[in-house]
């Protein structure tokens, strides 16, 4: 089983930028899609970013487009979440998530990391 573990998380202004990382072991990483999502304080975890196994298809949702951009690197097992243009509403837990298909559903993904916060000032 793969065991997954968030870095990168912190305080930042409005418009600024953060970059996430998340670092596999334990089990063959190339085999996972990998996922990012996000729960804010009193709201349900929600879906911000996928990618596939070969980092060639990329899936965000509509909020994040053209600000985040999801990439990983197989030979390091790392996937990275770039946030930029950050927002207030941004903040929240980031989990990056391992899953055996290309999915943004929750229920599709069956490795969790412990988050990181990130907390966007205004």
């Known amino acids: 089983q793969v065991q997954l573990v968030e870095s990168g998380g912190g305080l930042v202004k409005a418009g600024g930028s953060l970059s996430l990382s998340c670092v596999a072991s334990?089990?063959?990483?190339?085999?996972?899609?990998m996922g990012w999502f996000r729960q804010a304080p009193g709201k349900d975890r929600e879906f911000v970013a996928a990618?596939?196994?070969?980092?060639?298809?990329?899936y965000y949702a509509d909020s994040e487009t053209g600000r985040f951009a999801i990439s990983r690197d197989n030979a390091n097992k790392v996937v990275y979440l770039q946030m930029n243009s950050l927002k207030p509403e941004d903040t929240a837990v980031y989990y990056c998530?391992?899953?055996?298909?290309?999915?943004?559903?929750?229920?599709?993904?069956?490795?969790w990391g412990q988050g990181t916060q990130v907390t966007v000032s205004s």
């Open positions: 990618v596939s196994r070969s980092n060639t298809k990329k």
């Open positions: 334990g089990d063959i990483f190339v085999r996972y899609v």
């Open positions: 998530a391992a899953s055996e298909g290309f999915t943004s559903d929750r229920d599709g993904y069956s490795i």
